[in-house]
């Protein structure tokens, strides 16, 4: 039956190429004329995903169609190689990456106490928005979750640990409290919240000094909850960046596990329980001996279908992350301006309903999931189970909406090494360094963030198949319940792309790198420079 829908949705979208007429669109300084009208790119998108559900239901998942069977990949371990293996492990290496951390951390809060106070002329914010924020993101999400080894937080309150235990052997600056476990990632939750209104709302993100007092409170609220907490079960579960690298780190094509139960045991959070494998648990990994150790290469997004618990909090944390990434969007379109000259809704406001949006539509595509698949499982578990598989979207959202800013705002700290206090100096030869907006062009970004988009959501559309198998012990059940969850992913494509290519319309209260912008509409977003934080 979906095959025979196919064909006539597919008729359609040719004959609607043949005779579509061009649209315009500027960006980069440059006209740019789009060859298709932007509503076609929206249905041929949606029809993309909606294609690739045929061949995932036809081959994905076969033999695991009952609960309990064990999620398997590939897998190779790096460290049986002598090479990898000392290069990855290596003292040097370890004591390398942590000490950089520690100096880059020192210098963020340096440079925006006592440097100038010009965005661009200072290292703070490029650091910090676009090398950590958007740089370390992606190469979370691509490549390898580095931050539990160069997380200066984490750095510095271990060096005070090991510092009181030689003052004083036996003792310990963790009073060690238990977490409460209906909190889950509460905490989590609400900082990111914090960092979204910061990051979107808060005009002045960019500014050097008020990015030095966000680091030095944030400092002392986390090494707060890991003295009081401990410094294991705060990471997991209060440190906000912890829980943001760690999710996209289930996407990544790599991670670290441990092959000895006996070391799982004593982990805070149960990771060996129930016969569990012991996968991206930093905890148990730095316990573990070095024979027990592995660091594997995996099928990227394979850690999204693990069976694995989600905390309490989990769901409204990639909820968040999700409605952020829209909300960020939305903020300077047209639509966005008109709604609050008509309503005179606060930012604010919009950052709280945004997400409580994604919420609902969320929770209800589920709960006709469960309609469809005969009204089992419960809804919370279902929802849980599901969330995972957003995650795709978001990473390759927030790769569509802030690439350009990384490869050309993210050019500025060639500048700012050579001059990071903005006092004039020019240690490496690189203070006269200006960045280069045409490394990339207007049609390869429109492109290359359509190809993005849908690449995501078809990832997210296996990635919720393969649950949906594990939930279902009937194909069939499994498969009807996934027509309500395709939907969702159609409905996210297609207002994903439409939220880039939007015109942005520059407020009066942006940031000061951008008071000198015109007053006229932007270009869309997908075809424009990127301009400095607050970040975009």
Partial sequence: MLRRALVPTFTLLLLLLLFASPASAHGFGQSYDLPLPLWLYLFGAGAAVLASFVPIALFAGKGKTTRDAPYRYPRFDLLRTRLTRAVLTGQITLLGLRLLSVGLFLLVVLTGLFGRQGADSNFAPTFVWILFWVGLGFFTAFVANIWPLVNPWKILFEWAETLAHRLRPGSSIELGEPYPASWGIWPAVALYAIFVWVENVFSGSPIP???????????????????????????????????????????????????????????????????????????????????????????????????????????????????????????????????????????????????????????????????????????????????????????????AHYYTLLLIQGQGIIRHLSDPFGWGWDLFGTAGYTIDPGVVGAAFVWYSQVALIVGGHVVAVYISHLIALRQYEDTGRALRSQIPMLALMILYTVSSLWIISQPLILEENTAPSQADAPSEPAPPENLREPPMPNPR
């Fill in 209 to 399: 000094f008020n990015i030095a007092v966000l680091a030095l409170s944030y400092s002392v609220l986390t090494w707060g909850g890991m003295a009081v907490y401990g410094k294991e079960a705060w990471l997991r579960r209060g440190e906000v960046f912890s829980v943001f690298f760690g999710l996209l780190a289930r996407f990544a094509p790599s991670e670290v596990r441990v092959n000895d139960p006996k070391v799982c045991r004593q982990c805070s959070d149960d990771c060996g329980a129930d016969g569990k494998e012991c996968v991206n648990c930093y905890e148990c990994f730095e316990r573990a001996a070095p024979e027990d150790r592995e660091i594997n290469l995996r099928p990227p997004a394979a850690g999204l279908a693990r069976p694995e618990p989600v905390p309490p909090g989990g769901v409204f944390f990639v909820i968040l992350v999700l409605a952020g990434l829209a909300f960020d969007g939305l903020l300077e379109t047209p639509l966005w301006t008109q709604l609050r000259i008509a309503t005179s809704m606060p930012q604010t406001l919009g950052l709280v309903l945004v997400p409580l949006v994604f919420l609902a539509a969320y929770l209800g595509f589920v709960k006709i999931s469960q309609l469809f698949g005969g009204g089992t499982p419960p809804l919370a578990p279902l929802a849980a189970a599901y969330v995972y598989s957003l995650v795709p979207i978001a990473i390759a959202y927030q790769v």
